[in-house]
C-alpha cells in the first residue's frame, strides 16, 4: 500500500507540472522531462517518509521473506490438490508437466 500511496503522491505532483510546461508552450516532449525532473525533486526533497515506506515495502516483497500472493481461485486449487494428494497418495500432481498437445484429427492416444 505504501508503494501505491508514494506513486499517487508522485503523480499527483508530475500532473500539474506537465500542464503548467504545456501550456507554457515548451513542447511536449521537453514538458514531460521537465515535469518528471521537477517531480522526482520535490519528492525527493519533500516526501521521504513515504519513500522509505514504499523503499521497505519493496525490499520486503523481493527478499523472499514475504508470503506469496496468492489469489482465492489459486488457494482453492492448492487445497484441492492437497486433499487429492493426501487422500490418494499413489496420484502424483506436476504442475510444471506441460499438458499433452491435442492435434485435430487424431485422438490423445495417438500422439
Do not use: W
Amino acid at each position: 500500500m505504501a508503494f501505491f500511496k508514494y506513486f499517487l503522491i508522485r503523480a499527483a505532483v508530475f500532473l500539474p507540472l506537465l500542464v503548467v510546461f504545456l501550456l507554457l508552450g515548451l513542447g511536449a516532449i521537453f514538458s514531460t522531462l521537465a515535469a518528471a525532473a521537477m517531480a522526482f525533486c520535490i519528492s525527493y526533497l519533500f516526501f521521504r517518509k513515504q519513500r522509505d515506506e514504499a523503499a521497505a515495502q519493496l525490499q520486503h516483497r523481493f527478499s523472499g521473506k514475504a508470503k506469496p500472493l496468492r489469489s482465492a481461485m489459486e488457494l482453492r486449487d492448492a487445497d484441492a490438490e492437497d486433499s487429492l494428494v493426501d487422500a490418494h497418495p499413489d496420484i502424483v500432481v506436476n504442475s510444471d508437466a506441460r499438458p499433452p498437445r491435442i492435434i485435430p484429427g487424431k485422438s490423445p492416444d495417438q500422439g
